[in-house]
Nanobody, 115 residues
Framework: QAPLVESGGGLVQPGGSLRLSCAAS????????MAWYRQTPGKQRELVAH???????IYADSVKGRFTISRDNAKNTVYLQMNSPKPEDTAVYYC?????????WGQGTQVTVSS
């Protein structure tokens, strides 16, 4: 079983909405923090949003006020609600989980913002 499995990516129109989900395997214990990153060709992977086990959040300036990260600890799942996406949000989105000193990554899900 893959450690993290993302879903919910696809094509969305500018100004629309999309929700990404990431389910962590039950084999990952005591997840401290989860996050969403994104990457476009030729660029480094960048942090989009981060959430700790007690719900504290951090957002990239470029998505503040438009994206919301949340998590369901009972389900080991993290979400990214993307409202009013822009074409520059087009990227492969990756889920990340931190447990102890280990970091886990999902396989990535493509999000394309286009009319």
């Amino acid at each position: 079983q893959a450690p993290l499995v993302e879903s919910g990516g696809g094509l969305v129109q500018p100004g629309g909405s999309l929700r990404l989900s990431c389910a962590a395997s039950t084999s990952i214990l005591n997840i401290r923090a989860m996050a969403w990153y994104r990457q476009t060709p030729g660029k480094q992977r960048e942090l989009v949003a981060h959430i700790t086990s007690d719900g504290a959040t951090i957002y990239a300036d470029s998505v503040k006020g438009r994206f919301t990260i949340s998590r369901d600890n009972a389900k080991n799942t993290v979400y990214l609600q993307m409202n009013s996406p822009k074409p520059e949000d087009t990227a492969v989105y990756y889920c990340n989980a931190q447990s102890g000193g280990s970091f886990y990554w999902g396989q990535g899900t493509q999000v394309t913002v286009s009319s």
